[in-house]
């Protein structure tokens, strides 16, 4: 008698599949980071090591954009109920 083959693979708590929106139904498999659902058959390659894209430099991003101070101004506050001056 053979013994099955033993697969290393573990459910990830909480995950949802991306095609059949089923919960708790994604397993890893510890080898070869390929995830799977068991419900719809679903499957993707977990990403390697590949560089994140750079950041798009924004206002708020760069740093000299967010040395810049706006001055204040002074407000003066009118009440509706009183004739101007």
Known sequence: MTTPPTYKRRFIA???????AQMDK?????ESDLREC???GFSEQ???DTPAAPEVQTRVSRA???RVETPAE???????GKPDD
């Open 14 to 20: 909480g995950a949802v599949c991306p095609r059949c």
């Open 26 to 30: 994604i397993v890893v498999d510890l």
């Open 38 to 40: 068991v419900a719809c």
């Open 46 to 48: 977990r990403p390697g």
């Open 64 to 66: 000299a954009a967010r």
């Open 74 to 80: 002074v407000v003066q506050l009118l009440d509706p």
